[in-house]
């Protein structure tokens, strides 16, 4: 997974590693805000915003070239996205 992003952002371990622990817990910290705006709004809104999320992140993530832009796209968009797709919201449905 590292080496898809060391050569087209042109950062080191570090900073990758950084981006996907952060993303890692932001996975688990917004499951619950995300379950209750499913029971507020709809799970099919949470899911909607979840499929936009993740692909803004998934398409824009090789086209970063700064820390920061990794850290945004891939260490927060992608992981609130993919949380929009989990298990519970899912299987609510």
């Given at each position: 997974m590292m080496n898809g992003l060391l050569e087209p952002t042109g950062l080191d371990y570090a900073s990758i590693s950084f981006c996907i622990g952060v993303g890692a817990f932001i996975y688990g910290l917004v499951q619950p805000?995300?379950?209750?705006?499913?029971?507020k709004k709809s799970n099919a809104f949470v899911m909607?915003?979840?499929?936009?999320?993740?692909?803004?992140?998934?398409?824009?993530?090789?086209?970063?070239?700064?820390f920061l832009t990794l850290f945004i796209?891939?260490?927060?968009?992608?992981?609130?996205?993919?949380?929009?797709?989990?298990?519970?919201?899912?299987?609510?449905?």
């Open positions: 805000f995300l379950g209750m705006l499913a029971l909607m915003l979840g499929i936009i999320l993740t692909i803004t992140g998934l398409f824009i993530t090789p086209l970063c070239r700064s796209f891939f260490g927060l968009i992608l992981p609130l996205g993919t949380t929009g797709l989990c298990f519970g919201i899912i299987m609510g449905q």
